[in-house]
């Protein structure tokens, strides 16, 4: 049976998406993929979701996300698409041993923040230790921060920081930066801003549970001398990797992964294959512009499926 509507992965622009698909009698199926609900769910208290005066959880946001979605007839699978197939109008995608067909897709597999690898940093995101200065960085407020990375996405973490944190450092393994010249310039120029050359975070200490992060333990990439610093918040400032390998032979990427939209709409460079979210938006990456393109994606699928029946 051919589907309306497929959105592979969940987050604010999945689950706006279903919700405004299944309020227009599309039926929507969507595959929530590894993890379900998005980034948010690795966050704790969101404060700048408008309704929420009091704040919310991450991930009981998100389960009223999903809720209202099922409300209106959205079905919706924790399972991962494994492949895709665009060449033909009849769009068909993979998930396990089965295969799934639909008129339009909608694509919300997000963008993730590329982390360090340590167990210690798994163990502690959402405790002291954050990837988004832009959702986190009021919890810091006249605190001493710390920033890991040498490149703009640094640059800017450490500059937004400042507006709230007492003092900023930036944590680099080089002796130089990577960022633009005129990043540089503005953190060079920050008085509250100073730099670990030379140094690498290799463990992070503290407790979910007993008051978060404590202290990083960092080591001299040119001595390997090790020491302890005691840490009140670390932002991981290297960069974001979009989810869109399934699609990099399917649809046009720009040069870093993220999707391609085209005519001031989330339309793919194929017609009826629709982007939202993260995956799409190196620039704001907020869970409210996500939710407004999921939105914006189901009304140009919903507008796509009535001219192919006209």
């Given at each position: 049976m051919q589907n309306n509507v497929i959105i592979i992965g969940s987050g604010p622009a999945g689950y706006t998406a279903a919700l405004y698909a299944a309020r227009a009698n599309l039926k929507p199926l969507i595959f929530e993929g590894n993890q379900p609900g998005g980034q948010l769910t690795i966050t704790t208290d969101v404060e700048n979701y408008p309704g929420f005066p009091d704040g919310i959880l991450g991930p009981e946001l998100m389960d009223k996300f999903k809720s209202q979605a099922e409300r209106f007839g959205a079905k919706i699978y924790s399972m991962n698409v494994d492949k895709v197939e665009f060449s033909n109008s009849d769009f068909i995608v993979y998930v396990g041993n089965e295969d799934f067909s639909a008129k339009s897709i909608i694509i919300s597999t997000g963008a993730s923040a590329k982390l360090l690898g340590l167990e210690s940093e798994k163990k502690l995101m959402g405790h002291g230790v954050s990837a988004c200065a832009t959702c986190d960085a009021f919890f810091f407020k006249n605190k001493?921060?710390?920033?890991?990375?040498?490149?703009?996405?640094?640059?800017?973490?450490?500059?937004?920081?400042?507006?709230?944190?007492?003092?900023?450092?930036?944590?680099?393994?080089?002796?130089?930066?990577?960022?633009?010249?005129?990043?540089?310039?503005?953190?060079?120029?920050?008085?509250?801003?100073?730099?670990?050359?030379?140094?690498?975070?290799?463990?992070?200490?503290?407790?979910?549970?007993?008051?978060?992060?404590?202290?990083?333990?960092?080591?001299?990439?040119?001595?390997?001398?090790?020491?302890?610093?005691?840490?009140?918040?670390?932002?991981?400032?290297?960069?974001?990797?979009?989810?869109?390998?399934?699609?990099?032979?399917?649809?046009?990427?720009?040069?870093?992964?993220?999707?391609?939209t085209y005519n001031n709409s989330t339309q793919t460079s194929i017609p009826g294959v629709f982007a939202a979210g993260d995956i799409m938006d190196p620039v704001y990456r907020q869970a409210i512009t996500a939710a407004g393109s999921g939105c914006m994606a189901a009304l140009d699928a919903e507008k796509y499926i009535e001219n192919l029946h006209s």
């Open positions: 001493h921060v710390y920033v890991v990375g040498g490149g703009d996405s640094a640059m800017e973490e450490a500059t937004f920081l400042t507006k709230f944190a007492t003092k900023v450092t930036i944590v680099h393994r080089r002796d130089s930066f990577r960022a633009s010249k005129i990043m540089q310039d503005k953190v060079f120029k920050n008085d509250k801003i100073n730099v670990l050359w030379n140094t690498q975070v290799i463990d992070m200490l503290g407790e979910p549970n007993t008051g978060g992060l404590k202290s990083i333990l960092v080591e001299n990439t040119i001595t390997n001398e090790q020491s302890t610093i005691e840490c009140e918040g670390l932002f991981l400032g290297i960069g974001h990797k979009p989810n869109s390998d399934i699609f990099k032979d399917q649809l046009e990427l720009d040069n870093s992964g993220y999707i391609k």
